[in-house]
């Protein structure tokens, strides 16, 4: 596999800035009670949706999770109209029915952030299921956090993958917290990817490192473009806040946090870039402060859109 | 015409609509080589081959939601849910994901997907296998569901169920599978959402599903001798279900029976005698009666007691007209 340019990597460092600083405005928005309902932040897990999705073509699919908005964003979702359907507004992707917990965005492959744990895993398997019907060449990439692999819809969909070789990487992002129980209490084993072996594919585990992930992701895309079936990767990731936005994590050791928040793989990605002269400390402050001034329009643009009329509540629930 | 088992003329509908279109596979449990564990896809495996015909683990919730992502990327998948019990195991693929999925993504997405599945008693089969659960997937928004109880309106039903580019459930019963009846040779479609009035009559609209159907005619033969002429109403879709056709016959009739094999309490028919009730209370001459399964389990031994018949669509007749206003 081609090692990524100068150009490149420092598209894949935006990304992840991009993705964190999202995180943060939604978090202050959330807490002031700009948008409603939930919101689950990704922040400390940024390096896996932009290290796998950099394999992937527009018309490739990925299905993400309640803490999904690091998936859409690395798949390139419009940043304005990704704030305006969290915002809840009409020109959102989903006219302001999905909200963080289900956006989409079909036109990328998108095919929705899921409220439901595991929802995802066998609907993206129906989707490699389909390219592989269709001969269409595209790979889908199945994300879902280590909770998801207690679901019986794990085991079922994996098996049915293997046994078809269908055209799919499931990317167990294992930030150690299901909502708020922690991994011990419920896997009986260290690594998601050891079940692998169950289904007879190849499991990988790797640490939260951009390079390390994006390495293995190129190999299982690769493998899965040339029909030779799915991977099970898991990332060994962190979740540096709750649950999601406001959850005071009483569960929780501030032992466990602040190992938690001591792990940054966009500071890691950040030192190998200005120890490999790819990038300089100015460079850093000014992606900071474009990315910074980019989120501030999106939010601006969200506010300022409509929310959709009440007219709009019955309609287009049957084709 | 020519005469045809409900069993093949499912099989007819399939195969016809896997040859027209060929996004449309099959997918379930014994679908493949076996064919069915009713028959219902014998002979499609060796016409369309593994790649259409698809025989899966026993993973309902999986394909389920493989069906899901298969069809929001532009295929037609057919499930196969052996029994309508084992609905029940793939309850969030159908009523969180597929149901929802073109709403709450803003018409992005279509979910052309039909699930066939053969509900009811009559087998001696036990309380796990002999449900009919069709109310509970009337209750969610984005579902269709039909229930036809003839050969010809199986296959018209199931054909127009597989060119609907929403989720559409076919409740068949099982015990009609071996029914015998007549079809035309030449192709056509029963329309969702309308009823059928399969006997006219003057007194009572008995409004029926699948087997029901079946007994209310027979419950017509029997009141005929007495006099008392009954409309039967079969409604073939429970959602949408054909409140014009219903409600006219009722302002003809001023007295309304509804008769369902599911259990009658939550059921169909307390849906139908509600708007009836909200809408056209005043046309009405008595009370209405349903004719439903009791509020327990189905046993293995005490099916006949359980299952409501022609009798109990008989009693629920001559009730209403004893309790004129």
């Known amino acids: 596999m081609q090692k990524p340019g100068k150009k490149k990597l420092i598209q894949f460092y935006e990304k992840m800035v991009t993705i964190r600083r999202v995180e943060e405005k939604l978090m202050e928005v959330f807490s002031n009670g700009e948008i409603p309902g939930f919101i689950h932040a990704c922040i400390g897990q940024e390096a896996t949706p932009v290290a796998v999705c950099s394999h992937l073509k527009d018309t490739d699919y990925v299905s993400a999770t309640h803490r999904g908005h690091g998936h859409a964003l690395a798949k390139g979702i419009n940043l304005r109209l990704f704030m305006a359907e969290l915002f809840g507004k009409k020109n959102g992707f989903c006219r302001g029915r999905s909200g963080s917990m289900h956006l989409a965005d079909r036109n990328l492959g998108i095919l929705g952030a899921n409220g439901i744990v595991a929802g995802g895993i066998p609907i993206a398997t129906g989707t490699a299921f389909a390219s592989q019907y269709k001969k269409t060449g595209q790979v889908t990439v199945c994300f879902f956090g280590e909770g998801a692999s207690d679901e019986g819809t794990f085991h079922e969909s994996l098996n049915i993958a293997s046994l078809r070789k269908l055209p799919i990487v499931y990317v167990c992002e294992n930030n150690g917290w299901a909502q708020f129980t922690p991994q011990a209490i419920r896997l009986p084993v260290n690594n998601v990817a050891d079940r692998a072996a169950g289904y007879n594919i190849s499991g990988v585990v790797m640490p939260n490192d951009f390079f390390k992930i994006y390495e293995e992701a190129g190999k299982a895309v690769e493998r899965a473009r040339k029909g030779k079936g799915p991977t099970l990767l898991e990332v060994k990731s962190t979740r540096w806040y709750g649950h999601f936005v406001g959850d005071a994590q009483k569960y929780r050791s501030q032992k466990d946090i602040t190992a938690a928040r001591s792990e940054d793989c966009i500071r890691n990605l950040e030192n190998k870039l200005i120890e490999g002269k790819i990038l300089q400390k100015q460079d850093v402050e000014r992606i900071d402060k474009r990315i910074h001034e980019e989120i501030e329009e999106a939010i601006n643009f969200a506010r300022e859109s409509p929310f959709p009329d009440d007219s709009e509540l019955m309609k287009d629930l049957y084709a | ?325």
């Open chain 2, 1 to 325: 015409m020519k005469e045809i088992r409900y069993i093949w003329a499912i099989n007819e509908a399939l195969k016809e609509e896997m040859e027209r279109d060929e996004d449309v596979v099959l997918i379930g449990e014994d679908v493949g080589i076996p064919g069915g564990a009713f028959g219902a896809s014998r002979g499609l495996y060796d016409r369309f081959g593994p790649e259409r015909v698809i025989d899966t683990p026993i993973s309902e919730a999986g394909i389920m939601g493989l069906a899901a992502g298969a069809a929001a990327c532009g295929l037609r998948p057919i499930v196969e849910i052996m029994f309508m019990d084992f609905m029940t195991i793939c309850m969030d693929g159908i009523v969180n994901q597929i149901a929802k999925m073109r709403y709450m993504f803003g018409s992005q997405y279509t979910v052309p997907i039909v699930i066939r599945t053969p509900a009811g008693g009559g087998l001696n089969a036990g309380p796990q296998h002999s449900q009919s659960l069709e109310a509970w997937f009337a209750h969610v928004p984005g579902l269709k569901v039909v229930m036809p109880g003839t050969p010809y309106d199986v296959k018209g039903l199931l054909k127009s169920a597989i060119r609907d580019d929403n989720p559409v459930i076919v409740v068949e019963n099982k015990t009609l599978h071996a029914l015998k009846g007549p079809i035309p040779e030449q192709e056509y479609l029963v329309p969702i959402g309308k009823a059928d009035i399969k006997k006219q009559g003057t007194d009572v609209t008995v409004v029926a599903t699948s087997r029901m159907v079946h007994e209310a005619l027979k419950a017509a033969d029997i009141l005929g001798q007495e006099n008392i002429n009954i409309e039967v109403i079969d409604l073939l879709s429970i959602s949408p279900w054909d409140k014009e056709t219903v409600l006219n016959s009722v302002a003809k009739t001023h007295r309304l029976v509804i008769a369902h094999e599911a259990v009658k309490s939550f059921g169909v028919g307390a849906e139908i005698s509600a708007v009836v009730a909200e809408e056209i209370m005043e046309e009405l001459d008595a009370a209405i009666m349903r004719v439903g399964a009791p509020f327990v389990p189905i046993p293995f031994s005490l099916e006949k007691a359980y299952l409501p018949n022609a009798d109990d669509v008989i009693k629920a007749v001559k009730r209403t007209l004893e309790r004129t206003f």
